[in-house]
């Protein structure tokens, strides 16, 4: 395990040769092998060894790496014996024409774009094998074929490239190719958040299909990503896919650091002391039933930074596709995420095959992306009709279980608040800031001021529907607003929010948590021309509603004075706001 604690290596023989610190994962290698799978697509959260492994896969079997044992030794995969007491993997090293090439650039939702760096991808690889088209064994066709391979090529070319990339390396090495692309997903991702979906999911299915399915080239396949995308999207008709997702045992501690394996890395760097504090900020990832697991680039930077406590993982990119679903969801999402954040778990359904159709207007779709993306972590499952614990091996085609979900750890409660606090940045950032400064300070006209500010900077943001009613648009503004107070007031103020209210208000309570601050109370209300004549009714409702309801009696039992509790009524109507 001994070497530099660096970032940014992703190339097994350059981690090797270099002295960076390795803590060995080629077990992977053994397991695959042994599995036989045709097609394997493995789904981790992102900086989680997926290229890295994806790589060492390539330096053990390549041909290009052929007599490069010494990259192996004392690994597990180069010391594991057979009952023979033979080394039973030497003799596969460096035996295999190998395909390897990763989407992981592909960072555009333009679909143009999209595909036009898709061929830049396929195209390297071929750079890559050149020389082996200078045989005799290749015809000029071939040759012709081979060179029309550039980021200029067709659409109908690329999706055939890599189908024939693989025949013409069983022609020349007389052996058929193990294909290995990383972060297939990384493309969707983005043309979801774009709006070309349909579009990408067009020319991936084909691709796909020419690569994987009808390829008679094709040895073995990995294919990595972070989600699951349901197969009917992308991977229709191939039967012989192998899935494992987070939830499975398989190569359940092949991705990741293990517990054990963290301990003794900080023992090495002399940080044995932080052990408990490295557990609460970065532990909790779980894959299958194996827990403790922990994410490689937090431990490495922690201990490459001195030591330095920081969200080193959620500070990377990729957060994008979350904040997005988190800020545009609906109620329910909202209130999910305040229990979150509150340090509580709740329950949900969860489908691995993620539809990215479905994102929108679907809470247990969100919840089964943040699983799958690493920010929530499974507590427990349980059997809806029998009420019993069970666990992740058991059959959920009847959509019989339950998962209990919390955030994973502090590092990614931490992104969380950040990412809550950056939804009122820009201009309304300003505007939010001086509106907490008169809501502590009980001056009403600077609260409608500045309120009406950020509602007007902000409703967009929140605005998760095309169509959105004059009810149901401020609903998702004061949700995604409570959210804000508790991010912002929550080392002063223990926030509450009361969830029978109904629809069209929302109960949120401050309780000071040192003696000097006042209490708050904010009733919400939507304007209901039925109801009220005018704002300034629906206003007075609000405030009869707290007064009838007794809200401020719980605050008033632990030893606030009434004078000492302040009572709001927030009415809106549109983007407009009225505070009395």
Known sequence: MAGIAALGYQNYEEIITEGILYIDKTNFISEWWECKDKVTLITRPRRFGKTLNMSTVECFFSIRYAGRGELFEGKSVWEAKAADGEYKYRKLQGTFPVVFLSFATVKTGNIDAMKTAVKQAICNVYNKHRDMMQDSVFNENEREYYNSVKDTMSDDTAIMALNRLSEYMEKYYGKK???LLDEYDTPMQESWLEGTWSEAVSFFRNLFEATFKTNEHVYR??????TRISKESIFS??????VVTTTSDKYAECFGFSEREVFDALDEAGLGDEKQKVKRWYDGFTFGSHSDIYNPWSIISFIGNNAKYEAYW?????????NSLIQRGDVDIKQTTEELLAGRSFEAKIDEQIIFSQLEGNADAVWSLLLATGYLKVLGTRNIYTDEACDDEESDEDGDVWYTLALTNFEVKKMFRRMIAGWFGGNAEKYYNAFIKALLADDKK???RYMNQVALNTFSSFDSGSKPSEY?????????FVLGLIVDLSGRYAITSNRESGFGRYDVMLEPLKEK???VIIEFKVYDPDDEKTLADTVQSALAQIEEKRYGAALEAKGITSGRIYKYGFAFKGKECLIG
């Open 517 to 519: 601050d006042n209490a």
């Open 221 to 226: 396949s990995i294919v990595t990503g972070i």
């Open 177 to 179: 190719a193990i294909i």
């Open 472 to 480: 149901s648009e401020p609903e998702r503004f004061y949700h995604g």
């Open 237 to 242: 008709g191939l039967n012989n896919l192998k």
């Open 314 to 322: 959620t500070n990377t990119s990729g957060n994008d596709l979350v």
């Open 446 to 448: 600077a609260m409608n």
